[in-house]
């Protein structure tokens, strides 16, 4: 039987980047997969015979520490972000910048650089957290424990730097509404429909859910800048893969793991799909909480484990559409420049948190909210061609009725229709176009419910019990097991967080 | 989303306490009509005097209601694997025929509740338990390939307890001469006997459809009278029960679902119940957490006590050396088989495990309108009170 | 000029949290004076009588919250409080069948057994951690919540009672009640029940007045807001008071006069008066004034501070967070004399459930809706209302035969949407008939005659109750519940301690720590606040730093 030190159980970014770390320990590492190829969320698709972000699109908020350890040097071009509007005087946000696309100033201007500078504070703030396992909960003040509830207490200092005004607008909002926050200070409309598209962006809530500032807050730890990487998603998760392979990992593909072997409470390997067992004391997975608790065995977890991971909430609310356009869309009022930035589709506030009331009924929303790129405009394609990346909300797991043909297309039609409402002509130009429905993303990247964050990042799912009361540091049961994906602290996007705690955890337990 | 349509309009569920399938002989035995409350039946405190039910007990053969208890049965391919990550014990070694003690504990290893395992067939068990457990039972099946049935009210169960009750079976015209205790048989289709009891005494207990309840009843009771049957209530069993040594939810500790303060929870090994956590046997529920206490030691033990005077010692605090206080009486009374002032209590570490002399029980007591308080000395017991061979011999004597 | 011009404090407002710091400054030995706008007091806790023979608790309408430290402190079942447990409740469905509550807790467990035999144990699970969040709770509503950014010796000891009472609950239990006080009920419900109907039923009181809907995180600490008072020591039980809500405020109207308080009725606050950043006393609308260095205002905070004091006086960043302070109408209120018991032709006769909160909501997506219906600016199409008939255990407050009926309705916008325009001067007399006829509408589910029955019914959107009681918005708890506005936020960052910006101004109505309720809590803690700034005791909890 094959043997290493340790086994990975997925190759998105999380993955890989718990296998550079391990391997950069000098420890024998495999990374599976079991697609056939790298990056799970980042993978790139193919339509139509052209190359396109099968579902993430952007890079923002990767982990500074991830980058440092994994030495990737990634070539990423800021963008800007345009709030489409009806009137057609779009905004467009720079960093914490916002003005008419035609240059005129924006009314809310400095009310929005003030919240916006507030809440990147915030969020560098908190992204001192996500460097390090949750605070433990348990009453004794351990040596062990000394350095999670440091990091905790270096929070509070660090807060109370800043100054008390600012340290009380913290506790303030920290776990308030994203609506209220943002109206307080904008008035409602595209500008302010923009912020309450990002608090919410693949969120089972609408703005008015509290908890939903610190969803924005989260989004904005790195920044907040969101940028198209040069060569698209997959450059940056080939060079997350390279970082993995120079340290010394093995990364396999087409390799399904059926489940984590367990013995006396040990995990001592996994057994593939085909049957063969590789050996390894120390497994990590990036599964979703719950299916890594199948892999292992739901028998090795206790009951209310096994309940409260059941419970996790992972109703994912984003489809992707995909459209491959014959020629360069128009879009009224923007110069080529800013058409190629992230485009939202987020009138007001008041329209995100409409289009969510549908999707917790299962309906399908009638004004869906778009984040939408145009990478071609960027990085032109050989074939003349463009496309069009969208990320829809809210669109239902499961609508009532099932995802027919007729309600696929509904949804395409939509965005289509919204686009082409801002650039006329663009409906005319679309050869091809494929959904993906929160149930595709589901069986195509093993995210749980089609979340993309593997798990609803409200703020009774985050740190210390994120993803499960008990199971929030790592150690996942059977001794030697670890969660190191988006399941756990500090939970999703492109952050590489996740893997490389989980991995500097296992390292410990492997060392003692 | 469940339907909740009614065609028909909707049956009222009754109010107040509702029969279990004897009520209707209680009834007409019952000369006190002092009834409890026993998870929402009907059930008697004392149905005539309770010196007189005691002695019964140990004298003679008793019929006491166990309808109430709660009753699952389980059944399924993986029946046997669902109930060993379950319970504490290894059940695989419980084979067909056999029952077992067990008790279940949670994520932290505390006590949920105690109760009989009867293995029925290879595939079929029933738990036997004084707290409801039926969606706690549900969530220890989910993935497993077994099925939870709450039989509460469907199976009535009669225990019947005392040096004379294998005689009262076999003038009943039931074969029990081959049962040992904790094994179990079905004598006759649809009637299940048990070698099990909660006295420490000869006794078996009998389950079957309530529809047949009151048929066994008389059958029993027909040929109980020459063995001096007797119908009892709960008192006069609660004192066999202490005498047993045996702990009960509630008294001796406190079932964690039920618990406010979770830290007064207690692990098997704080009851004194070491040797039924087998921790090799795989992962169990509270594993972990039971292991860690086990490395940490018990904060408490549950012990017997000798104690000294003649004056039962209920709801009494313990001391150290007359001075510092370590821990309570949960149940006490006077013994009239064994002639001794007997307890069950617990004690905080390391009094009670380590530091066993010099223990100190306060004993309040009121003698016509006058409270004295009396430092009554206390004995640490390593044996129950109350063994007799006549409880294990096979075949049983006939008294 | 009032019979006096000076006294030692004046209090703004007559609800029951002014009456209760009145009294204890009272009985403290100071000279105070009560200030009342309407000509009766009690605020959102009275009794009138508005049809004849009928006396409705207009406002708040059962009790549970009210601290017992402070009915003992007051003595004030001397002054004719009696509050008497009732029993139970139901949830009627539109098939003619029903989900009942009993109090009687082995008939409760055979009903849940009724609906779904899997959710008996379920709901011991839920009452289990909903009792002890209760008991984590409990004790922190008669303290004063610490101020973790100024850190002041007494903030640092109430801190550390918060970090011993947390450290108290144990690593396990700590996770949980992080989970508790940020989740949703309609998530927290979901994890504990399978039937739609019992969680319908139990979800009520994780919205009911607040603007939040059932999958709002955030509303499972609003049902422990309903659950952590008590009746006589049954935590989670609520009573009646006999005579209806307003026999509260007449008690502690009577322990405040017989400890020689003064009480003034008929014109509201025209302003706070001060001079060089303190309290000097206060201008009624009516012209008399009235001296004193110290002022609490039971007002609302925006009320306080917007509508009564001189914006001169405050500092701009204060105004600002009592501006967004979030305080929305989220409820209305029907108040109905009915000739006789009305028909309930699901129920068992004799059902005790009849005498307690009654609903027809049945299920949490149906919920869910009416709170969209809010968020958009209408009143819920097919509201939830918690309904009672408190005459059947009262005597006391309609003819006999005859019966009283308090139908709480969630939600009704206090800014109702009309052709794209919000506003409340919408509530026209019209649209007022049509919003309590929706709810008649749908009482029918459950008592299919009520409307042959109702012999008067006062009608009262959100906007009523602000205009009758002044609170603002017509919101119940003078303030969201939610964590923005909870302990050391509430009202105000930094200013949670009840004093204000000026000197001798205190905050004593539920704007303040620990928020609505007939709970009595804010008024105590801050009579414990100014007797302490007085250098006097009150003789309640916390009260040495």
Not at chain 1, 18 to 26: E, I
Not at chain 1, 110 to 137: E, K, S
Not at chain 3, 104 to 110: E, N, P, Q, S
Request: glycine letters at 10%.
């Amino acid at each position: 039987m094959e043997q290493f030190d340790a086994i990975v159980i997925g190759a998105g970014h999380n993955g890989l980047t718990a296998a550079a770390v391990l391997a950069g320990k000098g420890k024998k590492v495999l990374v599976l997969e079991r697609s056939t190829s790298l990056g799970g969320m980042m993978a790139t698709g193919m339509l139509n015979g052209v190359q396109l972000p099968r579902l993430a699109h952007l890079l923002y908020n990767l982990n500074p520490a991830v980058v440092r350890d994994l030495g990737l040097k990634l070539d990423a071009k800021p963008m800007p972000t345009v709030a489409l509007s009806e009137d057609g005087r779009h905004v467009v946000m720079k960093g914490a910048e916002a003005r008419f696309a035609d240059g005129t100033a924006h009314p809310d201007a400095a009310a929005f650089a003030t919240l916006y500078q507030r809440l990147v504070r915030f969020g560098t703030l908190l992204g001192q957290l996500a460097q390090a396992a949750p605070p433990d909960l348990s009453g004794s003040l351990s040596l062990a424990q000394a350095g999670e509830l440091g990091a905790l207490a270096r929070l509070g200092l660090r807060l109370r730097l800043m100054g008390k005004a600012e340290m009380r607008e913290f506790l303030r909002i920290v776990l308030s509404n994203a609506q209220d926050l943002i109206l307080d200070e904008l008035a409602d409309g595209p500008l302010a429909g923009a912020l309450a598209a990002d608090a919410v962006r693949g969120a089972w809530a609408g703005p008015s859910a509290p908890g939903t500032v610190f969803s924005l807050i989260y989004r904005l730890a790195q920044g907040g800048g969101a940028a198209l990487p040069a060569g698209g998603m997959v450059a940056v998760i080939s060079a997350f893969a390279k970082a993995a392979e120079v340290r010394g990992a093995t990364i396999r593909t087409g390799a399904a793991v059926q489940r984590i072997v367990i013995e006396g409470d040990r995990v001592t390997g996994v057994e593939l799909a085909d049957g063969t067992r590789v050996s390894a004391a120390t497994v990590l997975s990036t599964a979703g909480a719950a299916q890594s608790m199948m892999l292992a065995g739901h028998e090795s977890y206790d009951i209310e484990a096994v309940r409260r991971l059941r419970n996790f909430r992972t109703k994912g609310t984003a489809a992707k559409v995909n459209l491959v356009l014959s020629g360069a869309p128009e879009f009224n009022g923007l110069s080529r420049e800013q058409a190629s930035g992230r485009l939202l589709i987020a009138p007001s506030v008041r329209a995100v948190e409409r289009a969510f009331n549908p999707v917790k009924y299962g309906e399908i929303t009638q004004m869906p909210i778009i984040e939408a790129v145009v990478p071609t405009l960027t990085a032109p394609d050989a074939s003349g061609k463009h496309v069009v990346s969208a990320v829809v909300q809210y669109v239902p797991y499961a609508p009532d009725g099932g995802w027919t043909g007729t309600a696929r297309q509904i949804v395409i039609d939509q965005v289509v229709g919204a686009l082409d409402r801002f650039a006329p002509g663009l409906a005319g130009m679309v050869t091809a176009s494929e959904l993906l429905t929160p149930g595709d993303i589901e069986s195509e990247t093993g995210a749980p419910g089609g979340h993309w964050h593997h798990g609803e990042m409200s703020f009774d799912q985050l740190m210390s019990v994120r993803p499960a009361n008990g199971l929030a540091h790592y150690g996942f049961g059977p001794a030697g097991l670890y969660l190191a994906g988006a399941a756990a602290h500090p939970g999703g996007d492109v952050t590489g967080a996740p893997g490389r705690n989980a991995a500097l955890k296992a390292l410990k337990e492997m060392a003692a | 989303m469940k339907d909740t349509r009614h065609d028909l309009p909707p049956e009222h569920i009754p109010l107040g306490l509702i029969p279990t399938p004897f009520q209707p002989r209680l009834e007409l035995l019952s000369r006190t009509k002092d009834w409890m409350n026993w998870a929402g039946y009907i059930s008697p405190a004392v149905l005539d005097t309770m010196e007189f039910e005691y002695f019964a007990i140990r004298n003679q053969a008793t019929l006491f209601d166990i309808s109430p208890m709660h009753k699952y049965r389980i059944s399924g391919p993986e029946a046997l694997a669902m109930l060993n990550r379950l319970v504490t014990r290894d059940v695989r070694k419980l084979a067909p025929g056999r029952v077992a003690y067990v008790m279940w504990c949670d994520e932290d290893g505390m006590v949920i509740d105690d109760g009989t395992l009867f293995r029925l067939s290879e595939t079929e068990f029933r738990l036997c338990c004084q707290e409801p457990q039926f969606s706690w039972l549900l969530d220890a099946a989910w993935g497993y390939d077994a099925q939870i049935e709450d039989e509460s009210h469907n199976v009535a169960g009669l225990s019947l307890q005392g040096p004379t009750s294998a005689s009262v079976l076999r003038g009943a015209g039931f074969e029990i001469d081959t049962l040992r205790p904790f094994d179990l048989a079905e004598v006759e289709p649809g009637l299940v006997i048990s070698r099990t009891g909660f006295t420490g005494d000869l006794g078996y207990e009998l389950w079957i459809s309530p529809d047949r309840a009151l048929a066994l009843w008389d059958r029993l009771w027909d040929a109980g009278q020459i063995w001096g049957i007797r119908a009892i209530g709960y008192h006069a069993l609660n004192m066999a029960r202490i005498e047993a040594g045996f702990i009960a939810a509630g008294v001796e500790f406190q079932p964690i679902h039920h618990t406010l303060r979770l830290h007064r929870g207690r692990t098997p090994l704080e009851l004194g119940f070491a040797w039924l956590v087998d921790f090799d046997k795989g992962h169990f529920n509270g594993r972990r957490a039971l292991a860690a206490h086990a490395k940490r030691g018990p904060r408490s033990m549950i012990v017997k006590l000798d104690i000294g005077g003649f004056k039962p010692a209920a709801d009494a605090l313990i001391y150290h050396r007359k001075k510092r206080e370590v821990g309570h009486v949960t149940s006490a009374m006077w013994s009239p088989t064994l002639k001794r002032n007997i307890a069950l209590a617990e004690i905080r570490a390391p009094f009670g495990t380590d530091r066993t002399s010099d223990l100190w029980v306060e004993i309040y007591l009121n003698q016509e309108g006058v409270w004295q308080r009396r430092m009554a000395r206390a004995t640490v017991l390593s044996q129950p009170f109350f063994r007799n061979p006549r409880a294990r011999a096979t075949p049983p004597a006939a008294f | 000029m009032g019979r006096h011009d000076r006294y030692d404090a004046i209090i703004a407002g007559a609800g029951h949290n002014g009456l209760t710091t009145a009294c204890y400054l009272a009985k403290a030995g100071l000279k105070v004076l009560v200030v009342e706008k309407n000509d009766w007091i009690g605020g959102a806790a009275v009794s009138r009588s508005l049809h004849p023979g009928w006396t409705y608790s207009n406002c708040s309408y059962v009790c549970s919250l009210l601290r017992r430290e402070i009915v003992r402190d007051l003595e004030l079942p001397r002054f004719g409080l009696q509050v008497i447990p009732y029993e139970g409740g139901a949830t009627f469905t539109p098939d003619g069948d029903y989900f009942a509550y009993y109090s009687d807790h082995d008939a409760l467990r055979r009903e849940i057994a009724r609906h779904e035999p899997r959710d008996v144990d379920a709901y011991e699970r839920f009452s289990q951690t909903v009792m002890r969040q209760c008991r984590f709770i409990r004790p922190f509503l008669l303290r004063t919540a610490p101020d973790p950014v100024r850190m002041r010796p007494r903030d640092v000891s109430e801190l550390a009672y918060l970090v011993r009472k947390v450290h108290g609950l144990g690593a396990r239990e700590i996770g949980e009640t992080l989970r508790f006080w940020t989740m949703s009920i309609g998530d927290f419900l979901d994890e504990h029940f399978e039937n739609d109907l019992i969680k319908a039923h139990l979800a009520g009181s994780g919205i009911i007045g607040t603007g939040l809907g059932v999958y709002s995180p955030g509303s499972a600490y609003v049902l422990l807001h309903h659950y952590m008072g008590d009746v006589d020591g049954t935590i989670g039980a609520w009573g009646f008071a006999r005579g209806g809500m307003g026999s509260i405020s007449r008690a502690l109207g009577l322990a405040f006069e017989e400890a020689g308080g003064t009480i003034v009725t008929g014109s509201g606050i025209d302003k706070f008066l001060t001079k060089g950043g303190k309290v000097t006393g206060v201008a009624l609308e009516n012209g008399d004034t009235y001296e004193a260095p110290v002022v609490a205002s039971n007002m609302d905070v925006k009320r306080t501070f917007l509508e009564h004091t001189d914006r001169d006086d405050l500092p701009g960043d204060f105004l600002r967070a009592v501006e967004r302070f979030k305080i929305r109408g989220s409820s209305g209120k029907l108040n109905i004399a009915l000739d006789r018991m009305p028909e309930f032709p699901a129920a068992p006769a004799g059902a005790p459930f009849l005498r307690g909160d009654m609903h027809c909501s049945t299920s949490l997506a149906e919920l869910e809706r009416a709170y969209d219906d809010w968020k958009d600016g209408r009143w819920s199409q097919s509201p939830y209302f918690d309904m009672l008939i408190p005459s059947q255990i009262d005597p006391t407050i309609a003819p006999p035969g005859s019966h009283m009926m308090t139908v709480f309705v969630q939600y009704a916008p206090y800014d109702l949407e009309v052709d794209g325009v919000r506003d409340a001067a919408n509530w026209t007399e019209e649209r007022r008939r049509a919003f309590a006829d929706c709810v008649l509408d749908k009482m029918s589910i459950a008592c299919p005659d009520i409307k042959e029955r109702v012999q008067h019914v006062e009608i009262r959107s959100p906007l009523e109750i602000e205009n009758e009681v002044g609170l603002t918005e017509g919101n119940i708890f003078q303030g969201e519940l939610t964590f923005d506005q909870l302990l050391f936020n509430r009202p105000v960052p930094g200013y949670a301690d009840y004093r204000s910006p000026i000197r001798g101004l205190y905050l004593v109505g539920s704007s303040a720590h620990p928020g609505g309720g007939v709970m009595a809590a804010p008024g105590a803690n801050a009579a414990r606040e100014i007797l302490i700034d007085l250098g006097r005791r009150s003789g309640l909890p916390a009260e040495a730093a």
